[in-house]
């Protein structure tokens, strides 16, 4: 298991952001009960996957109101359920022939996805995160290496202020398919996605992290379980 101070290099160099930057975000996450703690020599901190989760939410989740918000980033997100999207009714009012084409296309089941089993279908964004990192930690989705000639990659985005919004993006290139699961709202149509809605804010922020971090954190953490026993937070 890997320290707060490997987690903190390991996260600032994946993200390109200034080490001092996430030490502060790892120092207001500890203090409010979001990241593993510890005393020193053997009794040392050891970060969980919950924690990794917490540090890159925190991070992504805060890009105008700053680290001061990290904490009220971390809940908000933490609560956001997954949002199952309905491809057929999407497709409805679309000419016969180009329905085909699209469902040739049709996005996979997150649900489905190897890793995601033990997720409830009313998972919240963090579960999401934490289950995509474990995939790939314990080798059952391979972010790097799909069948012979194909590439698995995927993407992580935070989305606010009005509405707040999580959507985890899995891409198996060679079959042109992609797995989203998207947090927080039913996604609109793909037609219709040309504006703000009734209500939502005119002014939005989008923050994306890559599988690059995801496979960074995972080979961090390494193959090893989580302790069985951890401190229940909460958010």
């Known amino acids: 298991m890997a320290s707060p101070g490997q987690l903190v290099e390991c996260v600032s160099a994946a993200l390109n952001l200034p080490q001092a930057t996430v030490v502060l975000y790892d120092r207001v996450l500890s203090e409010n009960g979001l990241r593993s703690k510890g005393g020193r020599g053997r009794s040392a901190a050891k970060v969980t996957v919950e924690d990794a989760a917490n540090l890159l939410i925190a991070i992504a989740g805060t890009p105008t109101s700053g680290i001061g918000s990290a904490v009220a980033a971390v809940k908000q997100f933490s609560k956001l359920k997954y949002s199952e999207r309905d491809y057929d009714s999407e497709l409805q009012h679309l000419p016969?022939?180009?329905?085909?084409t699209m469902r040739r296309h049709q996005p996979i089941d997150f649900l489905g996805l190897p890793g995601m089993e033990?997720?409830?279908?009313?998972?919240?964004?963090r579960d999401g995160l934490i289950a995509l990192i474990q995939a790939v930690r314990h080798r059952k989705l391979a972010l790097t290496e799909g069948k012979p000639g194909e590439l698995i990659m995927g993407d992580v985005s935070l989305e606010g202020p009005s509405p707040v919004r999580g959507v985890i993006h899995v891409f198996r290139r060679g079959s042109g398919r992609s797995?989203?699961?998207?947090?927080?709202?039913?996604?609109?149509?793909w037609y219709d996605d040309f504006g703000p809605e009734e209500n939502e804010a005119d002014f939005r922020w989008k923050q994306t992290f890559s599988d690059r971090v995801i496979r960074a954190v995972a080979n961090l953490l390494g193959p090893e379980d989580a302790p069985a026993k951890s401190k229940k937070r909460d958010v």
Do not use: I, N, T
């Open 118 to 125: 033990g997720l409830r279908d009313d998972h919240s964004f």
């Open 96 to 100: 016969e022939d180009f329905q085909k």
């Open 179 to 189: 797995s989203f699961a998207s947090y927080g709202r039913l996604q609109r149509p």
